[in-house]
């Protein structure tokens, strides 16, 4: 994704993005690109949390918002599991995500300096 949206972007192709929960790891699971996540990608994500708990932000919100935010995205598909999912989806994409929690995230190393951050970051 870090190169294929920004050629998007370049060449004026918009996106949409499934996925943006990778397979589940970012929404409480434990899978990653549709098999058991490996424990780098695990330690990641337990990383991410910590600093998700410090600003009282979900991850799950933040991985929508984060996947909405490139101006090359158009949509995002969030692949609902069941029926109740689709409410939890659409409260991720209300609950405010403060800027300072985009700005840990870039200082800790979690989030690329480059990475184009959801309005108002």
Same mark, same amino acid.
């Given at each position: 994704?870090?190169? =294929? %949206?920004?050629?998007?972007?370049?060449?004026?192709?918009?996106?949409? /993005?499934?996925?943006?929960?990778?397979?589940?790891?970012?929404?409480?699971?434990?899978?990653? +690109?549709?098999?058991?996540?490996?424990?780098?990608? =695990? +330690?990641?994500?337990?990383?991410?949390?910590?600093?998700?708990?410090?600003?009282? /932000?979900?991850?799950?919100?933040?991985? %929508?918002?984060?996947? %909405?935010?490139?101006?090359?995205?158009?949509?995002?598909?969030?692949?609902?599991?069941?029926?109740?999912?689709?409410? +939890?989806? =659409?409260?991720? %994409?209300?609950?405010?995500?403060?800027?300072?929690?985009?700005?840990?995230?870039? +200082?800790?190393?979690?989030?690329?300096?480059?990475?184009? =951050?959801?309005?108002?970051?």
């Amino acid at each position: 994704m870090q190169r =294929l %949206l920004p050629a998007a972007r370049e060449q004026g192709v918009d996106m949409v /993005v499934g996925d943006p929960y990778s397979s589940g790891v970012l929404a409480g699971g434990t899978h990653f +690109e549709y098999q058991p996540a490996p424990a780098h990608i =695990l +330690e990641t994500v337990r990383r991410i949390r910590e600093v998700a708990e410090r600003h009282g /932000v979900s991850v799950k919100a933040a991985a %929508l918002q984060f996947a %909405l935010a490139h101006p090359a995205t158009a949509a995002a598909i969030p692949g609902a599991t069941r029926p109740s999912r689709i409410a +939890e989806d =659409l409260g991720a %994409l209300r609950e405010e995500v403060p800027a300072a929690f985009w700005y840990d995230l870039r +200082e800790t190393g979690l989030l690329d300096p480059a990475a184009p =951050l959801p309005a108002g970051a």
